[in-house]
């Protein structure tokens, strides 16, 4: 199976914005819940926000309120946006399917 491919990561300033995107087969959004994860330089990786085949979602405590994750079938697509960066949150961001597919991830760093 092809595996989700990650696109919109960058630079972004302390309190900026940014949405990334997840691009997957139409087999793998229709039956799998899809996720966020990130690793940030000498830490484990970890989950940033789940979301279900039927649009439930779930977030780490430290995301919740300034991420949200959210999926369109139409377009293949898994997004993640991200608001009120902080500066730890930089790190590279994976996508993940829940039948074990890792995108190969995109680097976001927050800094001024």
């Known amino acids: 199976q092809v595996q989700p491919v990650e696109s919109g990561g960058g630079l972004v300033q302390p309190g900026g914005s940014l949405r990334l995107s997840c691009t997957a087969s139409?087999?793998?959004?229709?039956?799998?819940?899809m996720a966020w994860y990130r690793q940030a330089p000498g830490k484990q990786r970890e989950l940033v926000a789940h979301?279900?085949?039927?649009?439930?979602?779930r977030y780490a405590s430290s995301m919740k309120g300034r991420f949200t994750i959210s999926r369109d079938n139409a377009k293949n697509t898994v997004y993640l946006q991200m608001t009120a960066l902080k500066s730890e949150d930089t790190a590279v961001y994976y996508c993940?399917?829940?039948?074990?597919?890792w995108g190969q991830g995109t680097q976001v760093t927050v800094s001024s």
């Open positions: 993940y399917a829940d039948n074990g597919l």
């Open positions: 139409r087999s793998i959004l229709k039956l799998y819940a």
């Open positions: 979301i279900t085949t039927d649009g439930s979602t």
